[in-house]
């Protein structure tokens, strides 16, 4: 067997592994951080921060989701199940917001109103799609 | 789990076939370091590297690799 020319074998694998694990997290720690310098520190609107938000987002949802997916081993939420977790996250945002910032205007209902309803039936759907489709990769895998 | 360490006895194998780790490292396809550490049980090979290098040594998986029960 030829002596591959970058000396790249299954330890030094694992380490490039392992390394940009461990530097992912850092990245998305220190992200966050600026994050919340600029928002809370020097007091920069929200939206000027979009970016960075939409990166940190990307980051952290695409890492958690391909895991979730390519691992295949996630439980599958019936209707029952997944309403469930709905309410809970409804309640957890919506209850949260209204405890911090009290009853917002009913003009104000796509920031306020809907995010809280939305945001949680994305995450939950979300969650129901890659479970299934992991899992279903899963098993296919073993069938072949 | 109970407590279990990995051996080998891949130095002795390779050393009974007269190659050295460098040797051995190019006819499995790794470096020479992860020869060294594995020999040194300072890293656990993969079971493909594992049937490789029993492959190369010529010997069977069980003489090359072994887990050692927890005193």
């Known amino acids: 067997m030829m002596f591959n020319r970058f000396n790249v074998d299954e330890r030094s694998k694992q380490t490039a592994t392992h390394t940009a694990y461990f530097f992912l997290h850092i990245t998305q720690l220190l992200l966050a951080g600026v994050i919340f ?4 520190i020097l007091g920069q609107p929200d939206g000027e921060l979009r970016d960075f938000q939409l990166v940190l987002g990307l980051s952290i949802f695409g890492y958690m989701g391909t895991q979730l997916y390519l691992g295949g081993i996630l439980p599958i939420l019936n209707v029952k199940g997944a309403l469930l977790v709905y309410g809970i996250l409804v309640t957890m945002v919506a209850g949260g917001s209204l405890l911090a910032y009290g009853v917002p205007p009913l003009s104000d209902w ?9 945001g949680p039936a994305i995450l939950v759907g979300l969650y129901a799609l890659l479970a299934w489709l992991g899992k279903r990769r899963l098993e296919r895998q073993i069938t072949e | 789990m109970e407590d279990i360490t990995f051996e080998n006895s891949l130095r002795l194998a390779r050393v009974e076939k007269g190659l050295t780790q460098s040797e051995l490292s190019e006819l499995a396809g ?11 049980g300072k890293y656990n090979p993969t079971l493909k590297l594992c049937l490789i290098l029993a492959r190369v040594t010529e010997k069977s998986l069980d003489d090359l690799f072994w887990i050692k029960e927890g005193e």
């Not at chain 2, 790794?30 to 040194?40: A, C, D, F, W």
Request: glycine content about 4%; hydrophobic content about 40%.
């Open chain 1, 110 to 118: 796509s920031t306020t109103w809907l995010p809280a309803f939305l």
């Open chain 1, 37 to 40: 310098y600029r928002l809370y």
């Open chain 2, 30 to 40: 790794v470096t020479r370091q992860t020869i060294g550490l594995i020999e040194s």
